[in-house]
């Protein structure tokens, strides 16, 4: 069974900052996908990065950029230049390729950015 | 584009009683999933539905069941509810599981159990 692990509850910045959120994940496969989603009050689950375990390069997406470290299984998401809207739950999550579609989720890491 | 939607936002139930909730995906999506996501329990797949046939599901009793509808649209039943079903629960879609598309979600219906 796959696990995914973030060790910081909690993190708070000031805006304009850089931040990275840990993620480390525990699995047998040599293939599957990586995500992070945010969560802000709102509730609703956006998408944010998504990662392939068979890609070298790491993702990006505007300020958002991954460091994905397959032989040590570590998966941070760093935030450039953040901004208030960033203040959000953030849930990283794994995914095999084979067989069962769903995602297997952290326990959230829970981000302030401060003005 | 409309996003995944779900119906209620809220629901209020008693212990016992049965709680049904609705998901429709994103247009073109055909699986759509189930997610709990309880206070100290973090997000739990529930169930997987693609195509109108049920793919997988996660650990959980099976009064919690569900269907997935010829247009794609999705119920999840929970029967005999119990104080702990109390929790968001999240709907979200992808293209078909053949292509491991990216699954994205709806606001949640959250699920108070009295």
């Known amino acids: 069974a796959q696990t995914v692990t973030q060790s910081q509850p909690e993190m708070s910045v000031q805006e304009a900052e850089t931040v990275t959120l840990s993620c480390t994940y525990d699995?047998?496969?040599?293939?599957?996908?990586l995500f992070w989603y945010k969560q802000p009050p709102s509730r609703q689950m956006i998408l944010v990065i998504r990662?392939?375990?068979?890609?070298?390069q790491n993702a990006t997406e505007n300020r958002f950029s991954v460091n994905f470290q397959k032989a040590a299984k570590s998966f941070s998401l760093k935030i450039s230049d953040s901004q208030l809207g960033d203040t959000a739950m953030y849930f990283c999550?794994?995914?095999?390729?084979?067989?069962?579609?769903?995602?297997?989720f952290g326990q959230g890491t829970r981000l302030t950015i401060n003005p | 584009e409309a996003g995944v939607t779900q119906s209620p936002t809220h629901l209020i139930k008693t212990r016992g009683q049965q709680a049904t909730l609705r998901c429709s995906p994103i247009?073109?999506?055909?699986?759509v999933y189930w997610y709990q996501q309880a206070l100290g329990l973090g997000l739990q797949f529930l169930l997987w539905?693609?195509?109108?046939?049920?793919?997988n599901r996660g650990n959980f009793p099976p009064r919690f069941s569900g269907r997935q509808f010829p247009n794609y649209s999705s119920e999840l039943n929970v029967n005999a509810l119990e104080l702990e079903d109390s929790a968001l629960y999240l709907c979200?879609?992808?293209?078909?599981?053949?292509?491991?598309?990216?699954?994205?979600f709806g606001p949640g219906t959250r699920l108070l159990v009295l």
């Open positions: 539905y693609d195509e109108g046939e049920e793919r």
């Open positions: 247009s073109g999506h055909t699986s």
């Open positions: 699995t047998s496969e040599n293939n599957y996908y």
């Open positions: 999550a794994f995914m095999k390729i084979q067989g069962a579609q769903k995602l297997v």
């Open positions: 979200a879609s992808s293209f078909s599981h053949a292509k491991q598309e990216t699954q994205y």
């Open positions: 990662q392939e375990a068979y890609k070298q």
